[in-house]
């Protein structure tokens, strides 16, 4: 369910580092998809990099759903990845919901949906209980997954080399005196159905004051998703190579992207 | 807590299906161990299979939905692939409280389609899309 986001992620690191390429593992069909949580505007160039890469490069048919439009993107590129914007909840609902529908007019079924910024639907009146976001969270990921889940039996009835429907959407949570709260109740209730969390990691730390960085990013996959990996024991994936990516931006604009090595384990 | 069954929950739902193919119907052992894994929510969800009160809906795509009618008589639209009720138990028990793996009303999906005795309606393709996203209840 990570194989668009690694293989973009192998594919963007700086070229030193671009030999050690993680094998790109399809997801497995029961596994829904990949939830980047983080700051917007990473996590939405994160999602139009995912888009594109998967259009161009993996000829994976895409639908992006995003309450403000993207403007950024070029003609030729937009043409790719076909987006649509719902104003509300509801709309997004009934767009997701109708998915189905397009199979009868379409010849092949979007195996790629995105969602760009789910908080956007998601947040009510401040006087809102949180047992009502919550709800609104648990219907759109179930029809997000229910959908996949469909558009992936589809597919394999439909083309000769079926890959499953993934989903891939991005959620900011709530702050708490300028953090990320660690109780976030609707993100909670989003793990429950993104077995995958690609978490975008602002280091705040003196280091990377000290080494003259704008910003260092830490970007990383993590949740139930990747141990139930059915394939993880035949990947080449590296003793001591974390599935973990480092952004650097330095003050003069230069960007640097490259895999975090962690520790090996001790051998003992 | 993911919104998939454990494997024992899975591994129930297969001796169910196997036993009650055979037999036409569920043993003691059997009723035990879905009180056991389920809790409470085990009986009322068997009164809901007695009533016949699941309906699988398919339209024309191939899409299908679950809808059951409640003990209070109101409609629920259920997602069985990955486990989701617009009912007030589970927004409580299964989403707030993290308290239970599923409410009566997706248990008793699971046990007619275990057991071979949900009921089958047609809807279009624009009543499944409304049913769905909530829109028609």
């Known amino acids: 369910m990570t194989d668009v986001l690694t293989h973009m992620f192998t594919n963007f690191m700086s070229r030193a580092d671009s030999s050690k390429d993680l094998k790109v593992i399809p997801p497995a069909p029961a596994q829904c998809g990949v939830l980047v949580v983080g700051e917007q505007n990473l996590g939405r160039s994160v999602l139009l990099l995912a888009a594109v890469t998967a259009a161009c490069r993996l000829s994976v048919k895409v639908v992006f759903f995003a309450q403000t439009q993207i403007q950024s993107l070029p003609v030729s590129l937009q043409k790719c990845v076909p987006s649509l914007s719902p104003e509300s909840l509801k709309e997004l609902l009934q767009q997701v919901a109708g998915l189905h529908e397009s199979t009868n007019t379409f010849p092949v079924p979007p195996s790629l949906i995105i969602v760009d910024r789910l908080e956007d639907f998601l947040r009510g009146p401040a006087d809102e209980s949180h047992g009502v976001e919550q709800s609104r969270a648990a219907h759109l990921s179930a029809l997000l997954c229910d959908t996949a889940t469909f558009l992936t039996g589809l597919l394999e009835q439909q083309t000769s080399s079926p890959a499953p429907c993934r989903v891939i959407a991005s959620y900011k949570p709530k702050e708490q005196s300028g953090e990320f709260s660690v109780s976030d109740q609707v993100l909670d209730t989003l793990d429950r159905y993104f077995q995958v969390r690609c978490t975008l990691d602002q280091d705040r730390s003196y280091k990377a004051a000290a080494a003259g960085l704008q910003e260092v990013w830490h970007i990383y996959f993590s949740g139930t998703g990747i141990t139930l990996d059915p394939c993880a024991e035949d990947t080449e994936v590296k003793p001591g190579l974390a599935q973990e990516w480092q952004l650097s931006i330095y003050p003069d604009g230069l960007v640097w992207f490259g895999a975090e090595e962690l520790p090996s384990p001790d051998p003992r | ?137």
Do not use: W
């Open chain 2, 1 to 137: 807590m993911p919104a998939v069954l454990p494997a024992v929950a899975e591994q129930l739902f297969r001796d169910i299906r196997k036993t009650y193919q055979e037999t036409a119907q569920i043993p003691d052992d059997l009723l035990i161990a879905l009180r056991f894994v389920f809790g409470a929510c085990a009986v009322q969800a068997l009164d809901l299979v007695d009533q016949r009160s699941v309906t699988c809906l398919s339209s024309p795509s191939g899409r299908k939905a679950f809808q059951v009618i409640g003990a209070s008589g109101s409609l629920y639209t259920c997602f069985t692939s990955c486990h989701y009720c617009p009912c007030p138990a589970f927004a409580y028990t299964v989403l707030r409280r993290n308290d239970g793996l599923l409410c009566k009303h997706i248990l008793a999906v699971c046990l007619c389609e275990a057991m071979g005795v949900t009921r089958m309606q047609s809807a279009s393709d624009e009543q499944m899309t409304a049913l769905l996203s909530g829109t028609l209840l």
